[in-house]
C-alpha cells in the first residue's frame, strides 16, 4: 500500500510540474463557469422560472457541475493510448505493481489537484455572485457521494478502454473526441440535459453519459423520487460492471499482442 | 532598441515594401511554401480518414446541439439583456466562423510546445523562411475546411429566417470588421506563440485562448466588469465577435468602428513586437 501512497505522491509532483498549464486549465474551468453564470443570470431577468428552474436550482446546477466535472471528467489518462502505442508504457509494465492500481491512482492524483483547485475558485465564484445554493437532506448527501464515487470508477474503466486503442493503432483522439463531445452536452456547465427536446433526453438515457454528473445533480436538487434513485442506482451499477468488463478484456487481450520494438 | 535602430528598422521596412519585385518574389516564396504545408495536410487528413470523420461528426454535433439551445431558449424568453433572441443567434454564428477561419489556418500553434520542448524549433530557425509564418501556418486544419462548407449554408439558412434586418451596407461593414477580427485572430495566435517560445507551455495558453473566444458565443457586453473591460481592450474578443455582430444587425455598438480597427491593427502591431523580442529570448530545449 505504502509503495501506491508514494506513487499518489509523484503523480500529484507530476501534475505540477507545467504550472502555466496548470493555472490556465483552471482559469478555464473557472471562466466557463463564469459564462454559464452570467448567461442565465441574464435569462433569468426577464423570466422567473426556465426549462422548470428556478434561479436558485440553475446556480446550484451550475455551482455543482463545476465541482463534478473536476472531480469526475478530470483525468490523468488522456495520454495513455500514446504512451501504449509508442511503446513508453513498458517502461510502467516492468515495474512490480498492479497496472490497474497504478493508472487509478495516477487518476486519482489528477482529481484530487483538481478538487484542491476547484474548492478555491468555488469560494471566489460564491463571493464573486452571492448565489443562493440549495442544500439536501443527509440521506440524499450521501447517496449523492456514493453515485459520485460511482462515476469516477466509470470514466475510469472508460478511459482504460481508450487506452487500449492504443495497442492497435496510432488514431485514438478522433474517438475520445467524439466522446467528450457528447459529454459536453450531457454533463456541460452551459445547460443541464433535461432542456433538451425529449428525443434527444431519451436517446441519451440509453447512455451513460447522463452518469457523469446530470442524474447526481438531480438528485442533489431533489428532483428524483425513491423508485428513480433506486432506478438509477442499478442502471449506473450495470454501466459500471460492462464498462469495467469491457476494459478488462481489452487490456488483457492487448497486453497478450503487446510488443514495443526499441524500447 | 535605441531610437536610432529602430528608425534604421522602419526604413529598411519602408524601402522593401516600396519594392514592388521583391515583394512579389518573397509573396511567391511564402504561398508556395504555404501550398506545399496545405497540400500535405490534405494527404495527412485523408490518411487518417476515420479519427478526421469522427472529428467531423464531432464538431457537427457540436454546433448543432448549440443551435438546438438557442432555438430553445429563443423560444422560452423574449430577449437576452439588452438584445432579441434571434440577434442573440447572431452573435453565436460568427463567434463558430471566427473560431473555425482560426482552427483553418493556426491549428500549427497547438502543436507548438512539443517543437520547442523537442528542440524541432530549432530547424524553422535555420531556414530562409520567417519562423513565425511556419509557426503559426505549419499545420492548417483541413478537416475544418470541411467544415467550413455546411457551416457557411447553415448559418446563411438561419440568418434568412430570423426576424432580423440586415442592410447591403451593414453586410459590406460587417465583412470589413471580419477582416479586422482576423487580425486579431492572428495577433492573438502570435501571442500565444510568444508564451510558447518564453515558457515552453503553449497547450494551457491555445486552450485558454480556444475558452476565452468561447466567452464570445454571447455578446461580451453582457459580462459584468471588469471582465467586460478585459474581453474588449486587453483581449479584444468583444471587438473581435461582439461589434461586428452589433453592426450587422444595425444595433447601437458598444465601441466605435475607428476604435475597433485601432485595436485590431494595434494587436497586431503589438503582438509583432513581442514576437520579435521572445525569440530573442529562446534558447533551444534540446535536439
Known sequence: ?263 | MSAFHFGKKVLKITVRLVNKKYMFKRFKVYSTVWFIIASNAVQETFVNRWSNVLFFLGKAIRLGMSLIVLLLIKQATKGFGQYSTDEMIVFFLTYQLLDIVGQIFYRGVYMFSNMVRSGEFDLFLSKPINPLFRALTGQPDINDVFFLIPNLIISGYILSKLNITITVGSAVLYAALLLNSFLIVTALHILVLTIGVITTEVDGVIWMYRDLIRLGQFPVSVYAEPLRFALFFIIPIGVMITIPAEVLLNTPVTYSIFLSTLIGVGSLFISLRLWDWGIKQYSSASS
Request: glycine share 6%; with cysteine.
Open chain 1, 1 to 263: 500500500m505504502q509503495k501506491y501512497w508514494q506513487l499518489f505522491l509523484l503523480s500529484w509532483q507530476n501534475g505540477l510540474v507545467y504550472r502555466t498549464s496548470l493555472l490556465m486549465w483552471r482559469l478555464r474551468q473557472f471562466l466557463s463557469t463564469v459564462m454559464a453564470l452570467t448567461v442565465w443570470s441574464v435569462l433569468f431577468n426577464s423570466s422567473s422560472s426556465l426549462f422548470g428552474y428556478d434561479r436558485t436550482q440553475m446556480t446550484t446546477y451550475i455551482f455543482l457541475v463545476g465541482i463534478l466535472q473536476s472531480l469526475i471528467l478530470a483525468t490523468g489518462l488522456n495520454g495513455l493510448s500514446n504512451q501504449v502505442y509508442s511503446g513508453s508504457f513498458s517502461f510502467d509494465l516492468l515495474k512490480p505493481i498492479n497496472i490497474y492500481v497504478y493508472l487509478f491512482v495516477q487518476d486519482m492524483a489528477d482529481k484530487a489537484k483538481n478538487v484542491f483547485f476547484v474548492v478555491i475558485e468555488s469560494i471566489i465564484l460564491f463571493l464573486l455572485f452571492k448565489p443562493s445554493i440549495f442544500f439536501p437532506s443527509i440521506e440524499t448527501a450521501i447517496i449523492f457521494c456514493i453515485w459520485v464515487l460511482g462515476a469516477v470508477l466509470l470514466l475510469f474503466f472508460i478511459q482504460l478502454i481508450f487506452g487500449s486503442f492504443g495497442f492497435y493503432s496510432p488514431e485514438t483522439w478522433g474517438p475520445r473526441f467524439l466522446f467528450f463531445m457528447f459529454v459536453d452536452f450531457t454533463a456541460g456547465k452551459l445547460f443541464p440535459l433535461d432542456i433538451l427536446p425529449p428525443i434527444i433526453r431519451t436517446f441519451v438515457g440509453f447512455t451513460p453519459f447522463p452518469y457523469f454528473s446530470f442524474w447526481q445533480i438531480q438528485l442533489f436538487l431533489g428532483k428524483l423520487s425513491p423508485m428513480e434513485i433506486g432506478q438509477h442506482t442499478v442502471v449506473l451499477s450495470i454501466w459500471i460492471a460492462i464498462a469495467g468488463y469491457v476494459s478488462f478484456s481489452l487490456w488483457q487481450k492487448g497486453i497478450k499482442d503487446y510488443s514495443a520494438a526499441g524500447q
